[in-house]
């Protein structure tokens, strides 16, 4: 980027503007990625945006071997600008073990670019089903834990000079099947609500992550399921995880049944099962049951939530199954976190409008909706799922 244009990418403050990055669904939207160029030439990977990973790592030729189904890997003797740190990566995920080696390369959001170390990956161990779709991680945990990288992508994206604020925002669209991610200092006119805040759990076990508190989750009646637990905010993970008895108590209700990999659920009884109502720092999020049932078709309903195994670093993990119904903002210079936005698409009428209201795409495309003109009438079904 010359000087012109990046004065001209600047508000006229001087703070840098922020950077947007489209989130894509997989086709099973249990994964959300965005578009990151590495290197130069620049080389393309979906990485998914995880909250719950301190760095960024990519899959190298020898991983792609290993794993036929990965999209793109990087090749280090491709790209004039990749240093070799001659530094060795070992990293435990959730379900999988990562070895491989650290480089330096830049890393580049629509033509604005920063430097950063990661990891360049030979070989995985567990289950790794994500790479069928995406090419490896973009780690947002508010602080480094990986011992031989000193520094988090957000960290080198705010010291280089990209982002006036180490804040990023996950911004979903309704139902969750696109959005966008805001690094920086982003316009509140992106959201039309106020913001509240959760401070980050300092002194918990899981404390490198974005752990917060939760006051209690209940019923929308008002009975209590669970209360003072502590749970991480993690994006690169689709299921979330509560309290083993919270998780028993509502299975039992809904008539939840094991199934090889998932709980099941009969889909015509979703519209009766209870909301749960999550109480954080003076404020509430409803997850609805539409939200937490996974309908893959019309006669298959999965749960996305799961009972969090004894002795976990935290009490319950807030997955990308929850967070999509929501904006998120994550703050790491104050160490807090909003997720609290459920993002409306119903407004008041002007006065003087040629009719009441407007029924507009976000309400119609929930219908399938005929428009007869010969007989002028209007006609609506439910669909199918």
Not at 120 to 132: A, I
Not at 201 to 206: E, F, M, Y
Not at 371 to 376: A, G, L
């Amino acid at each position: 980027m010359n000087a012109s244009s990046l004065g001209r990418s600047k508000r006229e403050n001087g703070v840098e503007p922020p950077i947007e990055v489209t989130l894509f669904g997989s086709d099973d939207n249990t994964a959300y990625y965005g578009i990151v160029a590495i290197g130069y030439p620049p080389q393309y990977f979906k990485l998914i945006f995880d909250t719950g990973s301190p760095n960024i790592w990519v899959g190298s030729g020898k991983l792609a071997q290993q794993l036929p189904m990965l999209g793109s890997s990087y090749d280090p003797g491709e790209s004039v600008t990749s240093i070799d740190k001659k530094k060795t990566y070992r990293a435990v995920f959730g379900n999988y073990v990562a070895t491989g080696r650290i480089v330096s390369d830049v890393v580049r959001f629509r033509g604005r670019q920063f430097r950063t170390d990661f990891a360049l990956v030979h070989n995985v161990q567990g289950y790794v089903d994500q790479l069928r779709t995406t090419d490896g991680l973009f780690g947002l945990m508010p602080k480094p834990n990986y011992h031989e990288i000193k520094s988090t992508p957000l960290d080198e994206m705010f010291s280089q000079g990209l982002i006036s604020r180490r804040m990023f925002a996950f911004i979903f669209s309704l139902g969750g099947r696109e959005g966008t991610v805001v690094f920086g200092d982003f316009s509140l006119g992106r959201i039309r609500h106020p913001i509240s805040y959760v401070s980050v759990a300092k002194h918990a076990t899981a404390s490198g992550y974005w752990t917060i508190p939760v006051s209690k989750i209940t019923y929308i009646n008002g009975v209590t399921l669970a209360a003072n637990f502590l749970t991480i905010l993690d994006t690169g993970s689709f299921i979330t995880e509560l309290p083993a008895f919270v998780v028993g108590q509502l299975f039992t209700a809904i008539g939840a049944r094991p199934y090889p990999e998932d709980y099941t659920v009969n889909c015509d009884s979703v519209g009766t099962m209870p909301a749960l109502v999550f109480h954080l720092n003076g404020f509430q999020l409803v997850w609805e049951p539409s939200q937490y049932v996974d309908r893959v078709s019309p006669t298959y309903c999965r749960l996305t939530i799961r009972p969090r195994a004894p002795g976990s670093m935290a009490d319950g993990i807030l997955g990308i199954s929850f967070l999509r119904h929501f904006t998120t903002v994550f703050d790491v210079d104050n160490e807090r976190v909003s997720p609290v936005y459920c993002r409306l698409t119903i407004y008041a009428t002007p006065p003087g409008y040629t009719a009441d209201g407007i029924l507009g795409i976000s309400f119609l495309r929930h219908f399938a909706t005929v428009f007869d003109v010969d007989n002028e009438k209007v006609g609506f079904a439910k669909l199918s799922f």
